[in-house]
């Protein structure tokens, strides 16, 4: 190995950013020694002239040194091999340019590369005495931001660009002056320029001007090797993505943008020195055919295309930079052959995917619906798509054919399109983000229950809405969740198994006897079967297997629609039971009947439909409890879809209402409730081991004998025969009977109860004892026998009033009305029509004797006379003690 050169006697430090030929021409000029003599000294090889050719040393030696050459710089100047390397162009590689292979030449193609060459700054050259900054080197120098002036491309005089090649060795070096060989078009070659250059004249720029924002932004992406500003901000890119997308914009700028539109964009100072000629520049006024797509040779033409490249770039997301990159692209619309979102393939190499989103946000407006969804131009980052086939055929496994109810609701639009139409087209849909998946696709993946023609109108029915952009994004954000996330249910598997044994007729009456539901005279069976097969299976309900057929006709979906209203907790949960005993049937032992898309990635969309979880659910059960046609009744009351009421029902069935003795569906109920209060190992342990009877049992469990003796039948529990369950238990006297029923006016279950004993058995002690019974009605039951002994611990006022088991609810309307200016609006609010309330004031002014109300007259609301504020403020104390 060579020995490294001898320390020189006089040392230099490099200025910050100084090229190296700079630095090593200062240190010979400090010196007063001639260049090749000092490179000599460092090792450098002996530069040789070969007819036109200079041989031994690169002719930008500044690009590139060797390691050898490296060490002996540095070791000769006390300087690091580090700091020394850095004064190389090779500082920027993979930065700011490329360098070949061996790394002795600049990539001229790629990040505007310069082979050799330098710009400068005339006024940096004077205040230091003619040192070279390493990055006027660069593609993306154009200005000096600390003298506020664009950078000078060649000299003055001889029209050439400094420093292409090596300054002469021969002379002490004056590094201000130009070095280049002049040359003029059939003139002599002489032994120089000489020309001073730092009086080279350049366009002068006020503070604050763009091109120095623009330089000063490159610089920092440059040295910070990243970029994390504008549409940069979500997802931050290395500085040689940005550089491309820069080169990318600025050759759009520079090749198609006309002069006029390019004057609206920049000001006029630098529009107008990038649209003349400089005449001191001759050599570099040669029209390119792709302007741009070589490093710009004059300093304007790069601030142009920087400035307006980042005045796209640095807007404040995607989405605003598309809009002005939008308005760009139309001025170049005509120079272009084609617009589309694969045209930014011919901008160039390396284009960072932020560019490529700003593309397709530029292109939004002009975009089909399905290219909305297909490249999630709502999303935050838009993107050319990147699932394969095999995704999307996994993502379909994960879709029912039938979208989520849940969903469905919020994307269907109140009017112009139904639910059950709309809710296949969205489960196809969500097939088309981030793929190259056809609408036709799309439907046969999804369940083939639509075609794609299908799938294309209501699409274009979506379009039209205001809430479509909000449509999209609530669909890219659900195809990213599915993709990213385990669903619990395979919607591909359930869509091919054999429902045809789903809840047999056997297994429908079982429920219907648990769950105190009246079967029905088959159809409402059918409607059970086909509503339970939509839920395991994802396909519509008139895809059932269905021997009667008839399942998708208007009259069956309505019957449909009305036993959702009628489902009641208890069947639903009967239902669930079978649809997980179905699935074991089928092997499927680890997925839920049903699932839904957490509904927590729509917030802050604006959809069409209303929102399920807003629904008052006590106020809606008592509705649908109420009308012949409860769910279109309850939709219209609250104000909602009555895809929304059906939703909720699903998810939270209306309680079973009150039960009464005068209907076979309340007969059921009790007989369900007596069946999970009493069961057969309880009511074994009663009867048989403990002996008791049935009106014992029913004394001790509030059920009727009859109930009772249906449950033991159902449970196969024999009864005894003979008088054992009928004996008399007890005696009865006939002055507590007389006191009881005469007196206190009791009723016989009631006295039945107390003693244990039946009620016959009680009736057969009145007849021995003379006692004379009250006739059957509702005269004789315990509330209108119980009114006399209650009105005695009312307000005398209030007696006369008492004269019927509904006289209390006349009292509590009354006071109600009594806060309301007319009967109208106090009946609306009570939920009553209002001549039943008027009927019960009236009732309650006749017994009472006195008016209580002054009626309504025009322009005076109705009030209550003085008796009826005395009323009512007697009655408000028996409705509060009540």
Same mark, same amino acid.
């Given at each position: 190995?060579?020995?490294?050169?001898?320390?020189?006697?006089?040392?230099?430090?490099?200025?910050?950013?100084?090229?190296?030929?700079?630095?090593?021409?200062?240190?010979?000029?400090?010196?007063?020694?001639?260049?090749?003599?000092?490179?000599?000294?460092?090792?450098?090889?002996?530069?040789?002239?070969?007819?036109?050719?200079?041989?031994?040393?690169?002719?930008?030696?500044?690009?590139?040194?060797?390691?050898?050459?490296?060490?002996?710089?540095?070791?000769?100047?006390?300087?690091?091999?580090?700091?020394?390397?850095?004064?190389?162009?090779?500082?920027?590689?993979?930065?700011?340019?490329?360098?070949?292979?061996?790394?002795?030449?600049?990539?001229?193609?790629?990040?505007?590369?310069?082979?050799?060459?330098?710009?400068?700054?005339?006024?940096?050259?004077?205040?230091?005495?003619?040192?070279?900054?390493?990055?006027?080197?660069?593609?993306?120098?154009?200005?000096?931001?600390?003298?506020?002036?664009?950078?000078?491309?060649?000299?003055?005089?001889?029209?050439?660009?400094?420093?292409?090649?090596?300054?002469?060795?021969?002379?002490?070096?004056?590094?201000?002056?130009?070095?280049?060989?002049?040359?003029?078009?059939?003139?002599?070659?002489?032994?120089?320029?000489?020309?001073?250059?730092?009086?080279?004249?350049?366009?002068?720029?006020?503070?604050?001007?763009?091109?120095?924002?623009?330089?000063?932004?490159?610089?920092?992406?440059?040295?910070?090797?990243?970029?994390?500003?504008?549409?940069?901000?979500?997802?931050?890119?290395?500085?040689?993505?940005?550089?491309?997308?820069?080169?990318?914009?600025?050759?759009?700028?520079?090749?198609?943008?006309?002069?006029?539109?390019?004057?609206?964009?920049?000001?006029?100072?630098?529009?107008?020195?990038?649209?003349?000629?400089?005449?001191?520049?001759?050599?570099?006024?040669?029209?390119?055919?792709?302007?741009?797509?070589?490093?710009?040779?004059?300093?304007?033409?790069?601030?142009?295309?920087?400035?307006?490249?980042?005045?796209?770039?640095?807007?404040?997301?995607?989405?605003?930079?598309?809009?002005?990159?939008?308005?760009?692209?139309?001025?170049?619309?005509?120079?272009?052959?084609?617009?589309?979102?694969?045209?930014?393939?011919?901008?160039?190499?390396?284009?960072?995917?932020?560019?490529?989103?700003?593309?397709?946000?530029?292109?939004?407006?002009?975009?089909?619906?399905?290219?909305?969804?297909?490249?999630?131009?709502?999303?935050?980052?838009?993107?050319?798509?990147?699932?394969?086939?095999?995704?999307?055929?996994?993502?379909?496994?994960?879709?029912?054919?039938?979208?989520?109810?849940?969903?469905?609701?919020?994307?269907?639009?109140?009017? *112009? $399109?139904?639910?059950?139409? +709309?809710?296949?087209? &969205?489960?196809? =849909?969500?097939?088309? !983000? #981030?793929?190259? %998946?056809? /609408?036709?696709?799309?439907?046969?993946?999804?369940?083939?229950?639509?075609? *794609? $023609?299908?799938?294309?109108? +209501?699409?274009?029915? &979506?379009?039209? =809405?205001?809430?479509? !952009? #909000?449509?999209? %994004?609530? /669909?890219?954000?659900?195809?990213?969740?599915?993709?990213?996330?385990?669903?619990? $249910?395979?919607?591909?598997?359930?869509?091919?198994?054999?429902?045809?044994?789903?809840?047999?007729? #056997?297994?429908?009456?079982?429920?219907?006897?648990?769950?105190?539901?009246?079967?029905?005279?088959?159809?409402?069976?059918?409607?059970?079967?086909?509503?339970?097969?939509?839920?395991?299976?994802?396909?519509?309900?008139?895809?059932?297997?269905?021997?009667?057929?008839?399942?998708?006709?208007?009259?069956?979906?309505?019957?449909?629609?009305?036993?959702?209203?009628?489902?009641?907790?208890?069947?639903?949960?009967?239902?669930?039971?079978?649809?997980?005993?179905?699935?074991?049937?089928?092997?499927?032992?680890?997925?839920?009947?049903?699932?839904?898309?957490?509904?927590?990635?729509?917030?802050?969309?604006?959809?069409?439909?209303?929102?399920?979880?807003?629904?008052?659910?006590?106020?809606?059960?008592?509705?649908?409890?109420?009308?012949?046609?409860?769910?279109?009744?309850?939709?219209?009351?609250?104000?909602?879809?009555?895809?929304?009421?059906?939703?909720?029902?699903?998810?939270?069935?209306?309680?079973?209402?009150?039960?009464?003795?005068?209907?076979?569906?309340?007969?059921?109920?009790?007989?369900?409730?007596?069946?999970?209060?009493?069961?057969?190992?309880?009511?074994?342990?009663?009867?048989?081991?403990?002996?008791?009877?049935?009106?014992?049992?029913?004394?001790?469990?509030?059920?009727?004998?009859?109930?009772?003796?249906?449950?033991?039948?159902?449970?196969?529990?024999?009864?005894?025969?003979?008088?054992?369950?009928?004996?008399?238990?007890?005696?009865?006297?006939?002055?507590?009977?007389?006191?009881?029923?005469?007196?206190?006016?009791?009723?016989?279950?009631?006295?039945?109860?107390?003693?244990?004993?039946?009620?016959?058995?009680?009736?057969?002690?009145?007849?021995?004892?003379?006692?004379?019974?009250?006739?059957?009605?509702?005269?004789?039951?315990?509330?209108?026998?119980?009114?006399?002994?209650?009105?005695?611990?009312?307000?005398?006022?209030?007696?006369?009033?008492?004269?019927?088991?509904?006289?209390?609810?006349?009292?509590?309307?009354?006071?109600?009305?009594?806060?309301?200016?007319?009967?109208?609006?106090?009946?609306?609010?009570?939920?009553?029509?209002?001549?039943?309330?008027?009927?019960?004031?009236?009732?309650?002014?006749?017994?009472?004797?006195?008016?209580?109300?002054?009626?309504?007259?025009?322009?005076?609301?109705?009030?209550?006379?003085?008796?009826?504020?005395?009323?009512?403020?007697?009655?408000?104390?028996?409705?509060?003690?009540?």
């Amino acid at each position: 190995m060579r020995e490294l050169a001898r320390t020189l006697p006089i040392r230099l430090p490099p200025l910050p950013g100084e090229a190296l030929d700079s630095w090593l021409e200062a240190t010979a000029r400090r010196m007063d020694t001639a260049l090749g003599d000092v490179l000599l000294h460092f090792g450098f090889p002996v530069r040789q002239r070969t007819g036109n050719q200079f041989r031994g040393i690169p002719a930008d030696w500044t690009i590139f040194l060797d390691e050898r050459l490296t060490a002996a710089v540095a070791h000769a100047t006390g300087t690091s091999p580090e700091a020394v390397a850095a004064m190389t162009l090779a500082h920027y590689e993979g930065r700011a340019l490329q360098l070949s292979a061996q790394g002795r030449t600049v990539t001229r193609h790629v990040l505007w590369g310069r082979g050799r060459g330098s710009r400068f700054c005339p006024d940096c050259l004077r205040s230091s005495e003619g040192r070279w900054q390493l990055s006027w080197r660069l593609g993306f120098s154009f200005a000096c931001t600390l003298h506020r002036r664009l950078l000078a491309d060649c000299c003055p005089h001889c029209g050439q660009v400094p420093r292409q090649r090596p300054r002469s060795g021969r002379s002490v070096p004056r590094p201000e002056l130009c070095g280049n060989t002049p040359a003029r078009p059939g003139g002599p070659i002489s032994a120089g320029c000489g020309t001073d250059l730092t009086c080279a004249s350049t366009l002068l720029l006020p503070a604050g001007h763009p091109v120095l924002a623009a330089q000063d932004r490159v610089t920092e992406i440059i040295e910070t090797q990243t970029a994390a500003f504008g549409s940069y901000r979500t997802a931050p890119q290395p500085a040689p993505a940005v550089l491309a997308d820069i080169r990318a914009l600025g050759i759009r700028v520079l090749s198609d943008l006309p002069a006029a539109a390019l004057r609206e964009q920049i000001p006029a100072d630098i529009a107008e020195a990038h649209l003349a000629a400089d005449p001191a520049a001759w050599h570099l006024e040669r029209v390119a055919d792709r302007p741009g797509f070589m490093a710009p040779p004059r300093a304007a033409d790069a601030a142009v295309a920087v400035t307006v490249a980042l005045g796209i770039l640095q807007q404040p997301g995607i989405h605003p930079a598309g809009e002005v990159l939008r308005g760009l692209l139309e001025e170049v619309r005509e120079e272009l052959a084609q617009i589309s979102v694969t045209s930014i393939d011919g901008w160039g190499r390396g284009i960072s995917p932020v560019l490529q989103s700003v593309h397709l946000a530029a292109l939004a407006p002009s975009l089909r619906p399905s290219e909305h969804l297909r490249y999630r131009t709502t999303a935050e980052m838009p993107r050319r798509p990147a699932r394969t086939a095999r995704d999307i055929e996994e993502r379909a496994r994960k879709i029912p054919a039938m979208f989520w109810p849940s969903w469905a609701v919020r994307l269907t639009p109140p009017e *112009g $399109i139904y639910a059950r139409s +709309l809710a296949p087209v &969205l489960a196809a =849909l969500l097939l088309i !983000p #981030d793929s190259r %998946t056809s /609408l036709e696709q799309a439907a046969g993946l999804a369940g083939d229950v639509i075609d *794609g $023609i299908e799938v294309s109108r +209501l699409l274009q029915a &979506l379009d039209d =809405l205001p809430h479509w !952009p #909000d449509i999209v %994004t609530a /669909l890219d954000r659900l195809s990213d969740y599915l993709d990213a996330s385990d669903v619990p $249910i395979d919607y591909g598997r359930r869509r091919v198994l054999d429902y045809t044994g789903l809840l047999p007729h #056997d297994r429908w009456l079982e429920i219907c006897r648990r769950t105190g539901t009246p079967p029905g005279a088959g159809r409402r069976e059918r409607i059970a079967r086909s509503q339970l097969f939509r839920r395991l299976s994802g396909l519509p309900a008139e895809s059932a297997p269905d021997d009667q057929g008839g399942l998708d006709s208007a009259e069956f979906r309505a019957m449909s629609l009305h036993l959702t209203a009628l489902q009641t907790p208890e069947l639903a949960h009967a239902l669930q039971q079978e649809a997980l005993n179905f699935l074991a049937s089928h092997r499927i032992h680890d997925e839920p009947v049903t699932w839904q898309p957490p509904t927590a990635l729509l917030a802050g969309l604006t959809l069409p439909g209303p929102d399920p979880a807003h629904i008052d659910l006590p106020r809606l059960h008592q509705l649908v409890r109420e009308r012949q046609h409860p769910v279109q009744h309850a939709a219209q009351v609250l104000g909602t879809t009555v895809e929304a009421i059906r939703h909720a029902l699903d998810e939270h069935p209306a309680p079973a209402p009150p039960l009464t003795k005068n209907t076979a569906r309340a007969a059921g109920r009790i007989r369900q409730q007596a069946r999970q209060a009493i069961t057969a190992e309880r009511f074994t342990q009663l009867y048989r081991d403990e002996h008791r009877s049935l009106q014992q049992i029913a004394t001790l469990t509030g059920f009727s004998r009859r109930v009772l003796t249906e449950l033991a039948k159902e449970y196969g529990i024999p009864l005894r025969d003979g008088p054992q369950d009928y004996k008399r238990c007890g005696t009865v006297e006939r002055d507590w009977l007389v006191e009881q029923y005469v007196h206190r006016r009791r009723t016989l279950p009631d006295l039945a109860r107390e003693t244990g004993m039946s009620t016959a058995n009680m009736a057969r002690w009145a007849h021995t004892h003379n006692v004379p019974l009250r006739p059957r009605g509702g005269g004789s039951h315990n509330t209108a026998l119980r009114v006399t002994e209650q009105a005695a611990h009312t307000p005398a006022i209030l007696r006369e009033a008492l004269t019927s088991s509904f006289a209390r609810q006349r009292l509590e309307r009354f006071v109600a009305a009594s806060r309301y200016a007319t009967m109208r609006e106090a009946a609306a609010v009570l939920g009553i029509n209002q001549p039943t309330l008027v009927t019960q004031i009236n009732r309650l002014e006749r017994d009472l004797g006195q008016a209580l109300f002054e009626r309504v007259e025009r322009g005076r609301a109705m009030e209550l006379t003085p008796f009826g504020e005395t009323v009512v403020a007697a009655a408000s104390t028996v409705i509060i003690d009540r």
